[in-house]
């Protein structure tokens, strides 16, 4: 599992013109991307960094700062372009195996009290927001 965690000042996740997920304050936007051979062990371990990954302001995690977290899957993650011009996706997890994991995530998150917003799984998505710092950080578990 790998996750792109961004500081950001607010995003947001549009799906055919509808806001389907937002946060409007400082927090975190978690791209979240799943390989056919993770579980409950990488989910918990994705969702304790990106809680506790301390790239807040003054060095604070979300955690400390109560700060809300976006997350929005992305295959995407496991495209491999070091062949030729087109990226293959063999290393993404299918639909039915990475959407209840990017779930789990989001369920981990919110059991360590989160507020967290997400984007709607599998759908072309309009991800909008603005990195603080800018601040950008490779998770993988």
Same mark, same amino acid.
């Given at each position: 599992?790998?996750?792109?965690v961004q500081?950001?000042?607010?995003a947001?996740?549009?799906?055919?013109?509808? %806001? +389907?997920? =937002?946060? /409007?304050?400082? $927090?975190?936007?978690?791209?979240?991307?799943?390989?056919?051979?993770?579980? *409950? @062990?990488?989910?918990?371990?994705?969702?304790?960094k990106?809680?506790e990954?301390?790239?807040?302001?003054?060095?604070?995690?979300a955690?400390?700062?109560?700060?809300?977290?976006? %997350? +929005?899957s =992305?295959? /995407?993650?496991? $495209?491999?372009?070091?062949?030729?011009r087109?990226?293959t996706w063999?290393? *993404? @997890?299918?639909?039915p195996?990475?959407?209840?994991?990017?779930?789990?995530?989001?369920?981990?998150?919110?059991e360590?009290?989160?507020?967290?917003?997400t984007?709607?799984?599998?759908?072309?998505m309009?991800?909008?927001s603005?990195?603080?710092?800018?601040f950008?950080?490779?998770l993988e578990?």
């Amino acid at each position: 599992m790998k996750a792109v965690v961004q500081r950001v000042t607010r995003a947001s996740v549009t799906v055919d013109g509808e %806001v +389907v997920g =937002q946060i /409007t304050r400082p $927090g975190l936007l978690a791209l979240v991307g799943v390989t056919h051979d993770d579980g *409950a @062990a990488q989910v918990e371990q994705i969702a304790r960094k990106i809680a506790e990954l301390r790239i807040l302001r003054d060095e604070r995690s979300a955690m400390d700062e109560g700060a809300p977290v976006l %997350v +929005v899957s =992305q295959f /995407t993650l496991y $495209g491999d372009a070091r062949k030729g011009r087109r990226p293959t996706w063999n290393a *993404a @997890a299918p639909g039915p195996v990475a959407e209840p994991l990017v779930d789990a995530v989001v369920g981990a998150l919110r059991e360590r009290g989160l507020e967290v917003a997400t984007g709607r799984f599998g759908a072309m998505m309009a991800v909008e927001s603005v990195n603080d710092g800018p601040f950008t950080i490779l998770l993988e578990a």
